[in-house]
């Protein structure tokens, strides 16, 4: 399985900047100018992508009321129909090409998740460098072999699946001859409670499928994003829009533009602070370990004096001997007279 790969000549894996995903959904609102300022302030805010959605409602479901085709109970779609739901998300596949080519004169890359056959054809037209397979799609093998088929990474979602959905999809992808995957851990709970994410399969996928291992988050806030890259998460995807309060059906835990930029901020931060496996010094430690403790003289002295807890202590800096060495030097006598405020030393002891 291929750790290290590229999408529009951006390296992920464990050792690279953690690859940001701005997933712009339904926020667009059906407005092709609104979508364009979209990518606008995700490239403002430090995403590497802007991920798009390729379906029309009838790709994605039937054109049936019966009441199975009704949106999932306690999600914020609940009661409204899947068809008419997805008519008004979907965003127009004229206006994809040229989201493209914008995004790319912006320097941010673009590609999305297909749902159907049709949708890998157009996106292949299209040139996308990558794919996104999403939690409700991945069961669906014939759409996952197709996509795997074209050679490119494939980020599979992981929001519906049990580990054995999971395996399925991973092994089908390699049975392509593809092995260039990314898992994101996902729970399609819209928002997710904090509770159900569960934020420690993450090195466990690593570790059961050897590829990388990002987060699909739909919580509120940043803090589970930023908590995932310390898990060991290298690509994040989060929903970004320009304004909550212009509603949409994702605007509820779709973030901001400038708290996504804050966001991005923290991930290099943490991913920054994560480091090595690490015992040695930096060198402003080492200059502040001059302030640590060691033992001093704390009262006058006289030459033959024994040295007691009255007259020496463990204290700052550190310009003295080691406080380890304090029960063994109790009981000896001062060699010469030691003044309040001497570093201890072994030669001015008998």
């Known amino acids: 399985m291929k750790r290290d790969l590229t999408i529009a000549g951006k390296k992920i894996g464990e050792d690279c900047p953690v690859y940001v995903i701005a997933e712009m959904s339904a926020n667009h609102l059906q407005d092709f100018e609104r979508a364009k300022k979209i990518i606008v302030a995700a490239a403002k805010a430090g995403a590497d992508a802007v991920k798009l959605q390729t379906y029309r409602p009838d790709t994605i479901t039937l054109n049936c009321h ?9 999600s914020p779609w609940e ?24 995004a790319e004169s912006l320097g941010i890359t673009l590609f999305s998740s297909p749902f159907d056959a049709t ?15 999403a939690s409700f ?17 494939i980020i599979l979602s992981t929001g519906i699946a049990t580990l054995s959905d999971i395996e399925l999809a991973v092994n089908t992808c390699i049975k392509c001859g593809n092995d260039k995957i990314i898992l994101l851990k996902c729970v399609s709970e819209y928002p997710t409670p904090y509770q ?10 690593k570790d059961v499928f050897g590829c990388n291992v990002g987060i699909s988050d739909h919580s ?39 708290e996504f930029g804050r966001m991005v901020e923290e991930i290099k931060n943490v991913k920054l602070a994560m480091g090595e496996v690490s015992y040695k010094l930096t060198a402003k430690q080492a200059k502040s370990r001059k302030r640590g403790r060691s ?44 003044k309040m405020g001497m570093a201890l030393r072994w030669e001015y002891l008998e």
């Open 66 to 74: 019966n009441d199975e085709f009704l949106a999932t109970p306690g």
């Open 220 to 258: 509120l806030g940043s803090c589970v994003t930023i908590a995932a890259i310390a898990m060991g998460a290298c690509v994040v995807e989060k929903h970004l829009t320009l304004n909550r309060a212009d509603g949409g059906p994702d605007a509820m835990f779709s973030m901001e533009s400038d």
């Open 137 to 153: 799609e991945i069961t669906d093998i014939p759409l996952i072999r197709k996509v795997a088929a074209t050679g490119k990474p």
């Open 295 to 338: 033992l001093y003289v704390s009262a006058d002295i006289p030459k033959g004096e024994v040295l007691n807890e009255n007259n020496v202590k463990s204290v700052r800096p550190s310009y003295g001997l080691h406080p380890k060495h304090y029960d063994e030097i109790l009981g000896k006598r001062a060699k010469q007279d030691l």
């Open 79 to 102: 009661g409204q129909n899947l068809y008419d739901l997805y008519k008004t998300a979907y965003t127009p596949w004229d206006w994809q090409p040229k989201l493209k080519d914008y």
């Open 119 to 133: 949708a890998v054809d157009f996106l292949e037209e299209m040139k996308v460098p990558a794919y996104k397979i």
């Open 196 to 205: 159900d994410i569960n934020l420690r399969t993450i090195p466990n996928m």
